[in-house]
């Protein structure tokens, strides 16, 4: 059974950082490329960042030089740092694990952790 586990949210006031964790089970970790998305309510859950399987990051263009991305293998863990946070940054952040061979796709979410940045 394979399980995303997320922790690290909560509020924060303008300015201020938070450290999403992200632990899985159940996969071969270091063969995912891990991701954080974040969904608002009523909004589609979009892209924070990524990280692949050999390390390349990529970050929508809103958290760069902001947040950063990275993965422990030998913990089954991907973090995200998140600095100089802003209130449009409140939303529920989403780990997501994904890996494609051939035409098969694996890809798998957590249930979310609540970041809140208020003034």
Do not use: H
Not at 80 to 97: F, G, H, I, R
């Amino acid at each position: 059974q394979v399980q995303l586990v997320e922790s690290g949210g909560g509020l924060v006031q303008p300015g201020g950082s938070l450290r999403l964790s992200c632990t899985a089970s159940g996969i071969i970790f270091s063969r995912y490329t891990m991701g954080w998305y974040r969904q608002a309510p009523g909004n589609q859950r979009a892209l924070v960042a990524t990280i692949t399987a050999d390390g390349s990051t990529n970050y929508t263009d809103s958290v760069k030089g902001r947040f950063t991305i990275a993965r422990d293998n030998a913990e089954n863990t991907v973090y995200l740092q998140m600095d100089s946070l802003k209130p449009e940054d409140t939303d529920v952040y989403y780990c997501n694990a994904d890996r494609r061979a051939f035409v098969t796709t694996w890809n798998y979410w957590g249930k979310g952790t609540l970041v809140t940045v208020y003034s």
